[in-house]
C-alpha cells in the first residue's frame, strides 16, 4: 500500500516509475472505476461552496441544494428514458447498495422464487439470496445464456416473483439480449430488475421502452466519484412498508406508539443524503448521453484491437465469448503463470493497471474456468484456510470511450 502517490500528474496523464524510468500510467481499469472527467470535476466545484442540508432548512442555500437534489434526480430518469409520473430514482452509495434496497423493499418470503443468471456479480446474487431461494440460469462453456434458457426457467419455476439479470458482465463484457429477456419476464408478470452497473455506462438503457422495471447503476464506473449510485424503479415498490434505512427524514410524525412514513421516494432517504455525489452523478449521465454514438464507435474499436492484440499472444486463453456484441472487457489467464504474477508484472514492468483475481462473481468466473465441484470445494478449502495465493482466478483488461488504442499496443507488447 502507498499513503503517496506513486506517480505524479503530468497533464491529464500519470506518470509511474518503471524500472529506474517512467512511464505513462495505462489505466486498464476502467470496468472497476473511472476517474471523474472534467465535466463532472466542474460541477463538483461549482457546486461545493453551495451545499446545505436538503428538504429541512429553510435559508437561500439549503432551498438551492434542495433543488439541485431533486434535478439531479429528474436527469437520473431522463437518462435512463423512466417516466417521471410512475418512477422514483434514489441515490443510493452505489449498484451494491440499491440492489440490497430493491431486494429487502419487495418483502419476499422464503417461499418466493427468484430468478437469475450464473453471470451476476456478487452484488446482483447475495441480496437476492438473502430473502429468496433462487432459480439459476446456467451458461454454456463460452459464458452465455440465450433467451430460450431464461424463459424455460421462468416456466419451470412456480410463480417467480423476480427476473434479476445483468446488464453486461464485468468479466467477459458480454451483454445478454435484454430487452428479449425483460419482455419475456414482463409477459409472466415477473419484475425485472437489472444490474446495470457495466451496462449503463457504455449503452443507452430505456426503461420505458425495454420492459425493464429496476435499475441499478453507479457513478463511480462513468466517471463520477464514489459515493453515489442511482436505483430506478417504480413508486409503487415504495409506496408501502418500512424503508432499507431508518431515520431521520423518512418519516412524516413518530411518536414511540407509532411512526408515519413519508411518501416516496422520502421514505428511502433517511439520514442526510450525498447532495454532491449526486450533483455529480447528473453531470456524468448528461455527459454521457450527449455522447452515445462517439463513445460507442470509439468502445467498439477498442474490442476489435483487444482481440486483435491477445490473438497474438502465445498461450493465452480468452475467458467468454471473442465475437457478438460485447462490452471493451476481456479476461484472460496465461498458460503456466498464475493470474497475481501477470497483473504485477504489467505494473511494475509496464505501468499497465488491470485487475486480477475472481472479480467478485465466483460462480461465473468457476464455470468460465471450467472447474470442477472438487475444484470448487478446493477453492472454499483454500480461502477458508486463508491461501489466498492459491486461488483460481484470471487478467481482466477493461476501457472505455477514454482509453486510447495506444494503450491496447502496449498491453500487446507487455504480455
Ligand atoms: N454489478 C456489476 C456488474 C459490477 O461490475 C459491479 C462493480 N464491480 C457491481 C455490480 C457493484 O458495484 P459497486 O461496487 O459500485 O456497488
Not at 437518462?79 to 419476499?108: K, M, Q, S, Y
Not at 427468484?114 to 429468496?132: D, F, I, K, Q
Not at 463513445?295 to 486483435?308: I, K, P, S
Request: hydrophobic share 45%; net charge negative.
Amino acid at each position: 500500500a502507498a499513503s503517496r502517490p506513486l506517480g505524479r500528474l503530468v497533464g491529464d496523464d500519470v506518470e509511474v516509475p518503471v524500472g529506474g524510468a517512467t512511464r505513462r500510467y495505462v489505466d486498464l481499469d476502467a470496468a472497476a472505476t473511472t476517474s471523474a472527467s472534467a465535466a463532472v470535476v466542474r460541477a463538483v466545484q461549482d457546486f461545493l461552496p453551495w451545499y446545505s442540508s436538503v428538504h429541512r432548512g429553510a435559508g437561500a442555500k439549503s432551498r438551492y441544494s434542495s433543488a439541485r437534489y431533486e434535478e439531479a434526480r429528474e436527469t437520473v430518469l431522463r437518462f435512463v428514458g423512466a417516466d417521471p409520473a410512475t418512477h422514483v430514482a434514489l441515490f443510493p452509495r452505489n449498484t451494491t447498495e440499491a440492489l440490497n434496497v430493491v431486494a429487502f423493499r419487495l418483502a419476499l418470503t422464503r417461499g418466493d422464487v427468484v430468478v437469475t443468471t450464473a453471470v451476476e456479480h456478487h452484488a446482483n446474487l447475495l441480496p437476492w439470496r438473502r430473502h429468496a431461494q433462487l432459480r439459476v440460469v446456467d451458461v454454456d462453456r463460452r459464458g452465455v445464456f440465450d433467451v430460450a434458457a431464461v424463459v424455460a426457467a421462468l416456466d419451470e419455476t412456480p410463480r417467480p416473483r423476480v427476473l434479476a439479470v445483468t446488464g453486461a458482465s464485468n468479466i467477459t463484457g458480454w451483454a445478454p439480449d435484454l430487452p428479449a429477456v425483460a419482455a419475456a419476464a414482463r409477459e409472466r408478470g415477473v419484475l425485472v430488475v437489472v444490474d446495470g452497473a457495466q451496462l449503463v455506462p457504455h449503452r443507452p438503457v430505456t426503461l420505458a421502452a425495454s420492459g425493464i422495471d429496476v435499475l441499478a447503476f453507479s457513478g463511480h464506473k462513468m466517471h463520477a466519484p464514489f459515493g453515489a449510485g442511482a436505483l430506478v424503479l417504480p413508486r409503487r415498490l415504495l409506496a408501502d412498508g418500512e424503508p432499507f434505512l431508518v431515520g431521520g427524514g423518512a418519516v412524516r410524525a413518530v411518536s414511540y406508539e407509532e411512526v408515519l412514513w413519508a411518501d416516496p421516494p422520502d421514505r428511502d432517504d433517511a439520514g442526510s443524503p450525498n447532495v454532491v455525489g449526486a450533483v455529480a452523478l447528473a453531470a456524468a449521465a448528461e455527459e454521457l448521453a450527449a455522447d452515445r454514438e462517439t463513445r460507442r464507435g470509439r468502445e467498439d474499436a477498442l474490442v476489435r484491437a483487444l482481440d486483435d492484440e491477445l490473438a497474438t499472444v502465445p498461450g493465452l486463453r480468452r475467458l467468454g465469448p471473442t465475437s457478438g456484441d460485447r462490452l471493451p472487457v476481456a479476461a484472460f489467464t496465461l498458460d503456466g503463470v498464475p493470474h497475481g504474477r501477470v497483473a504485477t508484472w504489467l505494473a511494475d514492468g509496464y505501468g499497465i493497471g488491470v485487475r486480477n483475481g475472481c472479480f467478485c462473481a465466483h460462480p461465473y468466473l468457476t464455470r468460465l474456468l471450467g472447474l470442477s465441484d472438487d475444484e470448487v470445494r478446493r477453492f472454499h478449502a483454500d480461502a477458508r484456510a486463508d491461501r489466498y495465493d492459491l486461488l483460481p482466478g484470471a487478467v481482466r483488461v477493461s476501457c472505455d470511450a477514454t482509453t486510447s488504442p495506444a494503450d491496447i499496443t502496449v498491453l500487446g507488447e507487455a504480455l
